[in-house]
Structures are given as C-alpha cells and as structure tokens.
C-alpha cells in the first residue's frame, strides 16, 4: 500500500503549521515549525506566494490530508462518500476522518501520533469488539469497544502516550486508563473535532 516515507517535519512547513505528525516532538524545542516556519526547499525563506483561489484551496485540501496521513485517492473517496451522505458535504467529511481506526487510536491516546497508531494496528497490537483489527482505515461505529491486547499491555509507546494525555478525552470518547480500553461514543459533531481547517474550502475544489 502507498504510503508518505519522507520527513514528517517538512510537511508541517509546507503548511506553515502544526500538524502534529511526529508526537512528542511536536510540543519540544526541537519542532522545526517553531525554528523555521517558512517552506522547504532552496527558495522557501525568499518565497512570498500569493495563493490564487484554486491554490487556497489546494494548500486547505493537503492540510487536512496530511493532518490524517492519507493520500490522495483515498482522501477523494471519503469525499465522495461524504456526497452521498445526507447533511453537510465538508462536515460528513470530517466525520469520516475522525471515525478511522487511527485516528480513534490517537485521539484516545494510546499513541503519540497518527502514524504511531497505525503502527499499533497494523502489528495487531489493538482490538474492536475483542476481534483483532489490522486495517487503520476501518471506520468505527457507535459503541464499538477498542482495547490493548493482553500481551501488548506493557508497551512503553503505549504507557508514555497515555502519560500525556488528559483525563477528559474527547465527548465522543471514552478511555478506562487502568484497563488500556476506550469506547467510540458516537460520531462526532464538527463543532467537538479540534480540526484546524475550512474543510468548505475543499468541497468547493472538488466541485470544480
């Protein structure tokens, strides 16, 4: 399966932004956004782009890509369930990111970064419903219950993630720290999904 090898850090400084793709590091002194927030490349400190409207939407569409670690033909899927789903094409969106296995992972603070859940899962560390799940796109539903393996309960990735992350998650989720388990609650609102991004921006690229 395709995936991004290249430095995590760079993408962040095409954005001009936090994407919070390397975990800890995102928050330390050594985040290259915080020392260099410029583009990469040769020219990046001279460059002064000025978008057209086409490129403010292309730059929103990649952030948002980026943000969740997918590629192109699998974000443009999402879009086009997010079409067929009653309701607002930007927020349906939004919803379908937010439902995907590494993210919910993430977002529980089992691991440090997106890219680090997916690892998790796909070494079968992880289960839905007591059943082993090794597909990070699987999108969750109301309800369903993730847990750590027995055998993986002494990961230190896991321990370390879980050490930085708050007590209250998220209102669509639920986390039992003691047990290594949470529980998808139910889809949630755009209003509750701390997702920088005019997701409107990129409905209005796909419906050139």
Same mark, same amino acid.
């Given at each position: 399966? #395709?995936?991004? +090898?290249?430095?995590? @850090?760079?993408? @962040?400084?095409?954005?001009?932004? /936090?994407?919070?793709? &390397?975990?800890?590091? @995102?928050?330390?002194? /050594? @985040? ?16 002064? #782009?000025? *978008? ?5 939407? !292309? ?11 997918? !590629?192109?033909? %699998? ?9 067929? %789903? ?8 939004? &919803? *379908? ?12 603070? *089992? ?21 082993? +799940? ?12 993730? &847990? +750590?393996?027995? /055998? ?9 993630? !879980? ?10 989720? =639920? ?5 290594? #388990?949470?529980?998808?609650? %139910?889809?949630?609102?755009? #209003?509750?999904?701390?997702?920088? =991004?005019?997701? %409107? ?8």
């Amino acid at each position: 399966m #395709a995936r991004y +090898v290249g430095p995590s @850090c760079k993408l @962040c400084r095409r954005e001009k932004q /936090k994407l919070f793709l &390397k975990g800890s590091k @995102c928050f330390s002194e /050594k @985040c290259l956004v915080e020392k260099k927030n410029y583009p990469p490349g040769q020219h990046g400190l001279s460059r002064r #782009a000025k *978008f057209s409207e086409y490129g403010v939407q !292309l730059r929103e569409k990649q952030k948002v890509k980026r943000t969740y670690g997918i !590629l192109e033909e %699998q974000f443009h899927n999402y879009f086009g369930d997010a079409i067929r %789903q009653k309701g607002v094409t930007g927020e349906n969106l939004v &919803k *379908f990111l937010e439902r995907r296995f590494d993210n919910v992972v993430y977002r529980l603070g *089992f691991a440090p970064s997106r890219k680090a859940a997916r690892q998790l899962i796909r070494h079968r560390h992880l289960l839905i419903n007591d059943h082993i +799940v090794d597909i990070p796109s699987y999108l969750l539903s109301a309800g369903d219950i993730i &847990k +750590v393996r027995d /055998k993986s309960k002494t990961l230190d990735l896991i321990h370390n993630a !879980l050490k930085r992350t708050k007590d209250s998650v998220y209102p669509w989720l =639920a986390v039992d720290k003691a047990t290594l #388990a949470g529980t998808f609650l %139910q889809v949630p609102e755009r #209003a509750d999904v701390p997702l920088n =991004a005019n997701e %409107q921006l990129i409905v209005e690229l796909y419906s050139k």
